[in-house]
């Protein structure tokens, strides 16, 4: 029964296996792109490159997070050199937005450039969002492949334009936490001021006082800590939620001993 | 049948008693008291000559000596829980034979309630003790020293010297017990019924023996009933009415005993409406429904061994609490023990009794019969909570006699499993609901080894010494619960502490004359907080209109207490009473501090002082009239507060007279309160209260050999009042007429 054709099946399986393995590893070796799983924001292709952006899920009002690769005919463009930037426009008028471009080094985990932007109003009737991308190479070649993608974004309650009384613009955006929990929160927010149509610039130096607070209940609670300045406009602090409903985050931000505004942020969870 | 038990009876007697033969020499009777069951010698049995102020107590192993004068005398002898004995003697028949008095345990279908409390050792329940319809907390109302917190009129949470709550230990037959919420609203007495007990035994303070809790306040055990072997099919069955809350209770017992098997079924069932409050006015949505289900199967495999299993099932309805901002929705208790006893293992050892329980409470109670947007606290939300409990523990305790000493000697180990949350639905439906875990699957788990010894001197003092040592743990078993508590408290390294605490006492007791007895105890120990004080979050305390948050790192607290106690003769001796004078320091008193708002925190703070007495007089009349007197005070005070500390209660005690006989028994009894205006005004919601005087009348009589009637009206003058320790000033019943009937065979 156990004749040496079985034999010959069973020996040449398990080497099958290691064979198949390891050309999918050369695969990834050989540049080829592949699917990250993430949400697809857009493409365009310019001068023989392709760009895609993505991003974890569907843009909205905010920080978000974007996520870009460059190929040639599915081979990865090796070293690329990104400009990112946002653009709204609007009938009138175009502006941008806070972003942050792509820095020279693949994001570990989706092995992808990772860029941000903080959307300030959703795209729709008053106008829409895109984003205009631009590759070199970073042997500064000459090699340029240029291009838009237009994307939609959603409403939401995390950014807080406003002005002061001295006629500065400010964008206030709750960044995090993204899924609170019961219990203690990092908290992240960012502070911003728009220094013209194109061109928004890192608060560095705002203090903030912070306090949660249940209007429902009519309470806070204990032990926060209100965000301090990290790096590039970022602020990062504590809250704490001892119960799930609805949630305010109270903020009053100073700087250089000028109250730039109160502002509340809603959170229901 | 009944030869052999008696022969058994004997033989028991003899190995027992051995040497301790009775004997009566000139003038003065000598003998033993013992148990006509098991042979047990009883200690601090009654034995006095009928018409006479001759009488004594038994010692240790049962003797006692009398002095007689004439040459005929009829010995009474009586014990808690045993049939009174008569004896008819003459000098001639004593001389040629030894004395053994052998007491019969009484039959559960024709018990009573015992109420005890420490040496006053006295049966407080009047003569509608055997009314198995009325509530527990019925049955204690008159103990000195013995208060209740009252949140509705049902399940009245017991407060001793002036302490509640974890500080005292209230236990269904050595059994702790979890109350599954959170507020507050389900105490232990929620869960048991009168019919469920043979005695309650309350422990004022720190008892030192038998009854040694290291609860500073005392316990409080409700003894189960138990069924009697050789006894027969027997039964009862009983229903009550009273008027004050249209109250309605049936109750039927069955049990059956032979030689070495003994089974007792039971039920309660009890149905109120509004309780009217003394001027006449309606406590509107104050009425409850519950039933109560009890089983005890007691078997003797072989001599010497017993085991007992018991359960109670108590299942609530809607109970509610009108003063306060929820009601009871629904409760379910399961309660269920086995207890082995192994009588007389060696010639010194008399007893060894291991207990291995567990039981589970459920508690609902929500607010939707309420108008939550006319209330000030928690305004337009609904808050549906819910808890769940489970304990489980075993005992083992062994009683020794060595000579002169007592020894007792005791092993726990418990573990209490709690979880409890609450859903905030706001009125409004655009305002998302919350909600909140109140108790995250808490555990704790504690182990405890204790010791008592008494020494009987041979010229009248009694020297006794405990000590107990425990340890316990912690651990919180839902993330979200750890979560929160991380958040509150950053700088805990350990959120699951582990503690140990030590407990020691000593008394000394002298015996100054036949009847006057006098004596000092001394005690120190250290309490382990307990897992609502650790762990609780968010928890609504009616007594005061706080909302407490529990804190992981509590210290222990600490308890030293004394005592100056005088008794003068006993329950059958013309004249006798009780005084006890006490003070009780407590260091590292937990309490809550005041957070923000309504908010308090369990912390650590400071000492707080307690001090009080308690006193009872007691006097038999000609034809069998008997009348009494108790009064009790307790003084509170915060030190690190400088107030008084809350929910005190005032000077307070009753009056009573009484004639019982066979045909028909009468009581009259007055109880009163004095103004209570020491109130903690910084750290509680607290309220002065007035004095009361309430007059209540009881009466019962035989109409044939096996039906009973017993009618009472308590509150005679239909007063108004409010007691201390009533919640939100929850005014007490108004002029209740009750009655009810009881049909044995």
Known sequence: MFTKKTFISILLVPFALILTIACSELNDDSGLVSDPGLFKLGEFTDNGLTVIAYSESPLSVGYNEIYLEAHENSVRFDQPHFLFHTMMHMEHHSHTSPFGEPGHIRDKDLDLYKAWAIFTMPGGMAGNWELQITVHDRDHSGFESKGTIEIEVDDSNRVKNFMTEDEERFVLTLIGPSDPEIGLNDLFVGLHKRESMMKYAPVLNADMDFEPWMPSMDHGSSNNVSPVHEENGFYKGQVNFNMTGDWELRFEIESGGEVLGHHTFKLNF | MFSKKIKLITLFSLLLCGSLQAAHTGGSITGIVVDAVTGKALSGAHVYILNSDIGTVTDREGHFTLRAENHHAVLVISYMGYEEHFHHHSMGEMENSGLTIELNPKLMQSDNLYVSAGRMNMAYSGIYSGAKTRPVEDHMSSIPGLDMVTRTHFAKDPVIRGLRDARVNVMIDGMRLTPACVDGMDPVTAYVETDNLKSIEISRGQESYPLFSTAPGGSVNFAMARPSFDSGLNGSAETGYHFVNNQQMVQGALSYGREELAVRFSGTYRNAGDLMAGNGSRITDSGLEKGNLFASILYQPVDDHQLNLRYIGDFAGKIGYPKLIMDTRRADAHIAGLEHAWKNPSSRINNVTSNLYVNRVEHWMDDYSRDVTQREVMKDMNMPMYGKTMTAGLTSELNASIGSHLLNAKFEIYAVRAYADMLMEPVNADVRDMYLVNLGDVSQRNASLSGSHRYYTDNGWVIGSNVQLEIGTNRIHEQSAVATYRAEYPELNDLEPTQIVYSIGFDAEKRLSERVRTGVRLTDSYRLPDHMERYGYYIYQPLDGFFYHGNPGLGTERSSQAELFVTYGNDRTRWNGS?????????????????????????????????????????????????????????????????????????????????????????????????????????????????????????????????????????????????????????????????????SF
């Open chain 2, 579 to 743: 005084s006890s004078i006490w003070v009780n320091r407590m260091d590292n008193y937990i309490a809550g501090i005041r957070d923000e708002n309504l908010f308090k925190r369990f912390e650590n703070m400071g000492v707080a002082l307690l001090t009080g007495f308690e006193m009872n007089l007691n006097v038999r009349m000609a034809g069998r009239w008997d009348g009494g007197a108790a009064a009790s005070y307790v003084f509170g005070q915060h030190n690190e507060l400088d107030e008084p500390l809350p929910m005190i209660p005032p000077l307070k005690g009753s009056l009573f007279v009484q004639r019982e006989s066979d045909i028909i028994s009468f009581e009259t009894r007055l109880r009163w309160a004095a103004p209570q205006n020491r109130i903690a005004e910084q750290n509680s919601l607290e309220s002065p209260t007035g004095s009361y005087a309430l007059l209540d009348i009881y009466g019962k009589t035989s109409l044939t050999g096996s039906i009973t009637l017993q009618a009472g009206v308590e509150n005679v003058l239909n007063i108004y009042y409010v007691d201390h320790l009533s919640v939100n000033s929850m005014p007490g019943g108004g002029r209740n007429v009750h009655l009810s009937l009881k049909y």
